[in-house]
């Protein structure tokens, strides 16, 4: 079992930054993909960004520009840094883990999720 934790929610003002950090519970070899998502209230959960072993990254059109997700496999964490926020950023961010123990398939892992408030 893993377990994922996520640091670095709260409030800001809009314009402001925040980085947003995720730690594994044990040593992952080559997790397929590390990102991010977020639900807002009465939303559906969507991706926000993503990183590949490869070294590719994905953001979704609303972030891009503002976003930046980077990973480190050697301490197994994944952090987004956040700038220029908007109100409509508020919601409650999600790191993720796709990744396959060997001889199985592969799964998603979940952090707890931590809030982010952007105040207008």
């Known amino acids: 079992q893993v377990e994922l934790m996520e640091f670095g929610g709260g409030l800001v003002q809009a314009g402001g930054s925040l980085r947003l950090s995720c730690a594994a519970s044990?040593?992952?070899?080559?997790?397929?993909?590390l990102g991010w998502y977020r639900q807002a209230p009465g939303k559906e959960r969507e991706l926000v960004a993503s990183s590949t072993y490869e070294g590719s990254t994905n953001y979704s059109d609303s972030v891009k520009g503002r976003f930046t997700i980077a990973r480190n496999d050697a301490e197994i964490t994944v952090s987004l840094q956040m700038n220029n926020l908007k109100p409509e950023d508020t919601a409650v961010y999600y790191c993720?883990?796709?990744?396959?123990?060997?001889?199985?398939?592969?799964?998603?892992?979940w952090g707890q999720g931590t809030q982010v408030t952007v105040s207008s």
């Open positions: 993720y883990a796709d990744y396959r123990e060997p001889g199985t398939d592969t799964l998603r892992y």
């Open positions: 044990r040593t992952m070899y080559k997790i397929n993909i």
